[in-house]
């Protein structure tokens, strides 16, 4: 799976929790959940999203590197290889 | 015989319209149910019918009736069927089988009074898809039966005259709507209600460590969040705390033995609502946080049920993901108490005389003055506090 490919199926999982969420408008690079209004349960669907999507079982204690698009990208990156 | 009728989706509705039956008349339910779909200010709500029998007589579709009235009649297993005109039944040439007056008192009341043409199940079904009122269209049929021909033509007319625009978007709110409910409710909350309030600051670190332990063995997908932990520490509390759990309707105050804990849940396009969780003290967590993230589903996309929304004994609020410290609330009538929780954060905190960096909760309470009083309130809350220090006492059924 290339970058471009999880990229666009990390926005794809965003967007089934927040559907209002224009990709276009996503600053990549910066924080994630001050762009999107995220709550916890929100979150907790996003991280589901992933697993459904890329089989990986992220632990909450890497939630703290999840904080933007790229950061997410990359840390999937790492872990698909 | 018995009438199933418009149920008080919350105290601030007083119209419901039905938008689509889920059942034929006729057809057997059983208690739990879900009949119809009600549109009320919340949206489009499942409406669940608590009798057992046979549906029959089924209110029209679209058209807006009071709280209370007639929606349908159920007849237990057994029961002789009374003549009355009915979906099923009427037959305009024929003579009724009884007078009128023999029909019974729902023959009085709004819905199922009104004689309807005969209408084919198959054209009722397609009828409600479109958002038609089968029974206004003439039929075409065996003894002026509309059907399913009918309703297609109806449906395919450019503006037809019969047609009721009745279908909402599941899960769809008005926000203008959204917002008068929650002013009228909230408006009479602080015009009846008495408030008192009370804040405490609840250590969290061996709730959180334990949540941590037991969600490092879990799957995602079962994992369980903070949030779930104080919902099921209020429902334990109240159980040594009646008069905090129940609604007060008309002057008398009816305590509740089951704890149903409202959660006010924020929706997307604004506005919020509050529906139960049932009977929480008696659930695991793990069994309570897959009910939480059902009904948040249910609440953004559709799906609610009406017991959710007429159940509450409580109502808890957690606006910890939006960063506040505490949330004073505005009790929900007829509930008498509502419980606030601010975010997790790490404050001073004086341990054994020295000051250490704590993951700190607040816990509020805001109750009705015409049922406790702050004695009683800060103990609830210092139960509540306690609680939140022995998580695996949460943990399972009790």
């Known amino acids: ?81 | 015989m018995a009438e199933f009728t418009m149920p008080a989706l919350g105290a601030d509705m007083e119209v419901g319209k039905v938008v689509e039956w889920r059942v034929r008349p006729g057809d057997r339910v059983r208690p739990g149910d879900v009949v119809a779909v009600v549109e009320t200010h919340k949206g489009a709500i499942d409406v669940e019918c608590f009798l057992d029998g046979v549906i029959d007589d089924l209110a029209p579709l679209g058209k807006e009736l009071s709280v209370g009235a007639v929606l349908a009649q159920v007849r237990a297993a057994g029961e002789p069927r009374v003549a009355r005109p009915s979906v099923a039944q009427a037959v305009p040439v024929a003579a009724p089988a009884e007078p009128p007056a023999a029909a019974g008192p729902a023959a009085t009341v709004v819905a199922g009074a009104v004689p309807r043409a005969k209408v084919s199940p198959a054209a009722r079904r397609r009828a409600a898809e479109r958002g038609i009122d089968a029974d206004a269209l003439c039929g075409t049929g065996a003894d002026g039966a509309v059907t399913l021909a009918d309703v297609e033509s109806a449906a395919c007319a450019p503006q037809p005259a019969t047609a009721t625009p009745v279908r909402v978007a599941r899960g769809g709110f008005d926000p203008t709507l959204m917002r008068q409910a929650i002013a009228a409710a909230m408006g009479r909350s602080k015009r009846e209600i008495p408030h008192y309030y009370l804040a405490e600051p609840v250590p969290m670190r061996r709730a959180l460590d334990w949540l941590r332990d037991g969600n490092a063995r879990r799957p995602v997908t079962e994992r369980l969040l903070p949030a779930v932990l104080p919902i099921k520490a209020v429902a334990l509390a109240l159980r040594d705390f009646p008069e905090l759990n129940g609604v007060l309707e008309s002057g008398v105050f009816r305590p509740s033995s089951a704890v149903h804990v409202g959660v006010a849940i924020s929706l997307r396009a604004g506005g919020l609502i509050a529906p139960a969780l049932h009977d929480v003290a008696g659930k695991p967590l793990e069994l309570l946080m897959r009910e939480l993230a059902d009904l948040v589903r249910r609440c953004r996309a559709g799906g609610l049920r009406s017991s959710e929304l007429s159940d509450p004994t409580v109502t808890v609020t957690n606006l910890g993901d939006q960063g506040v410290e505490a949330v004073f609330g505005v009790i929900y009538p007829p509930q008498v108490a509502l419980v606030g929780f601010g975010r997790i954060a790490a404050r001073p905190w004086v341990d054994g005389g020295i000051v250490v960096a704590m993951p700190m909760l607040t816990a509020t309470l805001c109750a009705d003055h015409r049922v406790s009083d702050g004695h009683r309130g800060a103990l609830f809350l210092a139960r509540l506090r306690d609680l939140l220090q022995r998580p695996e006492a949460l943990q399972g059924a009790s």
Do not use: C, K
Not at chain 1, 45 to 57: K, L, Q, T, W
């Open chain 1, 1 to 81: 799976m290339d970058e471009a490919q999880i990229r666009g199926g990390v926005i794809a999982a965003i967007q089934a929790v927040a559907p209002e969420l224009e990709p276009d408008e996503l600053q990549a690079s910066q924080p994630l959940r001050d762009q999107v209004d995220l709550d916890s349960m929100d979150w907790l669907n996003v991280i589901v999203g992933f697993h459904e999507r890329f089989a990986v079982d992220i632990p909450e204690t890497d939630y703290a590197q999840l904080t933007s698009l790229d950061a997410i990208v990359a840390y999937l990156r790492a872990r698909l290889r």
